[in-house]
T-cell receptor
Framework: DSGVTQTPKHLITATGQRVTLRCSPRSGDLSVYWYQQSLDQGLQFLIQYYNGEERAKGNILERFSAQQFPDLHSELNLSSLELGDSALYFC??????????????FGPGTRLLVL | AQSVTQLDSQVPVFEEAPVELRCNYSSSVSVYLFWYVQYPNQGLQLLLKYLSGSTLVKGINGFEAEFNKSQTSFHLRKPSVHISDTAEYFCAVSRSGGSNYKLTFGKGTLLTVNP
């Protein structure tokens, strides 16, 4: 158990809908990362937050947004969903996200299926 | 930008045999190197990482990896595998400078250990 929790575990929804994925980092970690894992693209970095502020952006679509709250949990919002958004979404956390040497601890993921 | 190539998508081996999972990377800047393991229906767990110093890095569960700067490789090895090592293994890099410390992953290698 990494200490990172993600809810829900599974999500089934329809095209055009909007969903929210939630992540709670390990106790004491200030930085949260979101990754998308799909069969064709593999594991791709989406976005990083540090202590409530956006720190870095990756291949995140404009239909997707995220935020980190004062209690340090994070939410990833996916809107106008398309079939191709079906994937496993991972959240990871690290102590402060100020160096590439840090270990990122991954949650169990949320499996999203868009029908 | 960094990229990671895992040369084998699948590696089948028999129990107690040695195994090597190959990873090559490309980067215009210095990087840190990681191996993560993903067991079925679970998140990613760090096996080991190379930051600096000795090029041979020992990790959990008897795994080790060797950093070779001239060949830009970071191959993962285990002298004797167990059934429980069956999982997907991901090689990843992060940059050692700048401000974006995302992990860039390879496509993964599925290790299947047969009795």
């Amino acid at each position: 158990d990494s200490g990172v929790t993600q809810t829900p575990k599974h999500l089934i929804t329809a095209t055009g809908q909007r969903v929210t994925l939630r992540c709670s980092p390990r106790s004491g970690d200030l930085s949260v990362y979101w990754y998308q894992q799909s069969l064709d693209q593999g594991l791709q970095f989406l976005i990083q937050y540090y202590n409530g502020e956006e720190r870095a952006k990756g291949n995140i679509l404009e239909r997707f947004s995220a935020q980190q709250f004062p209690d340090l949990h994070s939410e990833l919002n996916l809107s106008s969903l398309e079939l191709g958004d079906s994937a496993l979404y991972f959240c990871a956390s690290s102590v402060d996200g100020t160096g590439g040497w840090e270990t990122q601890y991954f949650g169990p993921g949320t499996r999203l299926l868009v029908l | 930008a960094q990229s990671v190539t895992q040369l084998d998508s699948q590696v089948p081996v028999f129990e107690e045999a040695p195994v090597e999972l190959r990873c090559n990377y490309s980067s215009s800047v210095s990087v840190y190197l990681f191996w993560y393991v993903q067991y079925p229906n679970q998140g990613l767990q760090l096996l080991l990482k190379y930051l600096s110093g000795s090029t041979l890095v020992k990790g959990i569960n008897g795994f080790e990896a060797e950093f070779n700067k001239s060949q830009t490789s970071f191959h993962l090895r285990k002298p004797s595998v167990h059934i429980s090592d069956t999982a997907e293994y991901f090689c990843a890099v992060s940059r050692s400078g700048g401000s974006n410390y995302k992990l860039t992953f390879g496509k993964g290698t599925l290790l299947t250990v047969n009795p």
